[in-house]
């Protein structure tokens, strides 16, 4: 290169030093152009080289130093601080025969000098781990099928022991139908992953895979699938998918929103549905369910939403179910149904059972009102009841009245329980509960009954019993006791009669209680039986056409099992119904069982 200047001309000699490397071996190049004018030597030694290079055996590797000076300087090359060559000339072509070694690492360095001087050593070039040559990956170590379904194959599989001397870079994926073996490759692009699914297949149709590996060489050998894979659904059992922050009991506040959530898997996918007793979800909740998860939500909850949800997933594999307790802080629910006792003129003795709701909160007490049926208003007769059980006084004698009960909490008065019917303040009995015909003869009738639900203040006395003939307007006296059971006789044979039963106490006859039907009087077509020591007594002499009978004659605090033979008209008895096991007569004042009532 030629430079200028006002005071003088110059002329710069340039040289250039290689060092080769030929199949392992080393060699030493080199030129220089001198002019007149002497000068020290310098050294440019190309960036590159600072960085390190990795080579394989067999590879040539070129380093170049550019060299300039006048006159031509003498160049020495070195290798891990020890000289390889030394020559002075424009050109070295000399083999120096040096053969680098597999694994190890190399630095190289640069010395110049002349009459002039010696220029600054260049800097060490890295020439790092001579390797040996590379080739396509190995393939790899298994290639297995983990899923199928209907339309698609999910593949896995391990990593080549051999990756050809350079890193894998992906993996390519080929199939073809198991009876026609024309491979085509799967994947567009090569896949990083060791997991693919291939999907948009033939359904029940058989097919082969292959898997190979791609490193910058090239692409691998392939390993294959061990067998065909058919396109079907695999069948597994549904599963529900818990984590650690599930919760199978929730609390809420009422007005606000309930929101369940869970997760499920299964092949082929379950169906899931949510239930909770006594309720019908479609009309509160909504419900979201996909492939893998469902949701039931209800907004602005109140008490009626709490309870037990039960959540199921089924399919042909089999179900599970996983439930749910939902508590809604709110008032409480009504209490159970109101009964009464001790009906007097001027008193009536209330009782109910607990709330079947809480609200989520103890019962602190209850409140009891009362209204006059023929009015609206309500009047607060114990506004802190702390038992389930209330006295109401100052009634008016005659007047029918309406009561109600409400449970309280620290959330505030619930929804209350009504009496349907109102109820009379007065000193006569209830009627008898129900009147039941026991067994006839050609002349008489047995009937019985159950004592009133009160008796008006004042003890019961005797009952009066009524019939009259079927079709006649007008009822007779039958006759009075002081028991539940009582015979009539003197009735006339194949005629029809209704019968009727009044309670009677102090203040006089309650309403009467008729028969469930009426009954012709003849003779009993079944003979009885009875064996009292461990076998079956027959209780009705009868044929009982309904479907149900009072026992009566039963001893209190005796214990009794029943069961119901049928007969056709043909005479044919059936084998006796399962029993209704052990049951005791505990009521002191009535000693019949109805079979409706087990």
């Not at 080579?55 to 300039?68: N, P, Y």
């Not at 919760?247 to 606000?256: D, E, F, L, P, S």
Request: hydrophobic share 35%.
């Amino acid at each position: 290169r030629k430079q200028r200047s006002f005071c003088t001309q110059a002329w710069w000699m340039l040289g250039i030093s290689e060092l080769v490397f030929e199949d392992s071996l080393m060699h030493c190049k080199g030129y220089l152009i001198s002019s007149s004018f002497p000068v020290a030597p310098t050294i440019e030694f190309g960036a590159e080289h600072f960085e390190g290079l990795t080579v394989k055996a067999g590879e040539s590797i070129r380093l170049k130093a550019l060299i300039t000076g006048r006159p031509v300087p003498q160049v020495t090359w070195s290798k891990d601080g020890e000289e390889i060559d030394k020559r002075l000339g424009v050109e070295i072509t000399t083999d120096i025969g040096y053969r680098l070694t597999q694994g190890n690492e190399y630095e190289f360095q640069v010395m110049a000098e002349n009459k002039a001087g010696v220029g600054p050593p260049s800097g060490v070039s890295r020439l790092i781990k001579c390797r040996e040559p590379v080739h396509p990956p190995g393939p790899p170590t298994v290639v297995k099928v983990i899923d199928t379904s209907k339309t698609s194959v999910t593949l896995e599989w391990t990593t080549p022991v051999f990756d050809g001397g350079l890193e894998i870079i992906g993996y390519i994926i080929e199939m073809c139908k198991a009876d026609l073996g024309d491979w085509r490759k799967v994947n567009a692009e090569t896949l990083i992953a060791t997991k693919y699914t291939v999907v948009d297949l033939e359904p029940n149709e058989h097919y082969k895979f292959r898997v190979s590996a791609v490193n910058t060489a090239g692409k691998g050998e392939s390993c294959e699938v061990a067998a065909s894979v058919q396109t079907v659904d695999r069948l597994s059992s549904p599963e529900l998918d818990i984590d650690a922050s599930f919760k199978q009991t929730h609390i809420v506040r009422a007005g606000t929103n309930i929101r369940l959530f869970i997760a499920f898997k299964g092949r082929p996918v379950p169906i899931a549905t949510w239930s909770k007793a006594d309720s019908d979800l479609n009309l509160r909740a909504n419900i979201h369910t996909t492939d893998s998860f469902s949701t039931l939500t209800i907004e602005n909850c109140n008490r009626t939403d709490a309870g037990k949800y039960v959540f199921t997933v089924e399919n042909n594999g089999g179900s599970k179910s996983i439930a749910f307790t939902v508590k809604v802080l709110d008032t409480p629910g009504p209490p159970g149904p109101i009964t009464f006792k001790d009906v007097t003129r001027g008193s009536i003795t209330l009782m109910w059972d607990a709330p079947i709701l809480d609200g989520g909160a103890r019962i602190h007490h209850y409140v009891v009102e009362k209204r006059e049926a023929t009015r609206r208003s309500w009047q607060v007769v114990n506004e802190k009841c702390t038992r389930q059980i209330a006295k109401v006084t100052d009634l008016a004698e005659g007047v029918p009245y309406f009561y109600r009960v409400a449970a309280v909490n620290e959330y505030g008065v619930g929804e209350p329980c009504e009496l349907t019917e109102p109820v009379v303040a007065t000193e006569e009995p209830a009627p008898p509960k129900r009147l039941d015909i026991v067994d006839t003869t050609r002349s008489s009738v047995v009937l019985a009954w159950l004592k009133p639900d009160h008796d008006g203040g004042s003890r019961i006395t005797s009952y009066l019993l009524e019939m009259k003939q079927k079709g006649t307007e007008v009822w007779h006296e039958a006759g009075q006791t002081k028991q539940l059971t009582f015979t009539v006789e003197g009735l006339t044979e194949n005629n029809e009669y209704e019968f009727r039963v009044r309670a009677k106490n102090d203040a006089g006859y309650s309403q009467p209680r008729e028969a469930y039907s009426s009954v012709i009087i003849k003779e009993p077509q079944i003979e009885p039986t009875a064996d009292l020591n461990g076998r079956w007594l027959k209780c009705n002499y009868t044929i009982v056409s309904e479907n149900f009978f009072t026992v009566t004659a039963l001893g209190e605090g005796e214990e009794y099992e029943f069961r119901v033979l049928a007969k056709n008209s043909a005479g044919v008895i059936s084998k006796g119904s399962e029993t209704t096991g052990p049951v005791t007569c505990k009521d002191e004042y009535c000693k019949t069982f109805s079979l409706t009532d087990i």
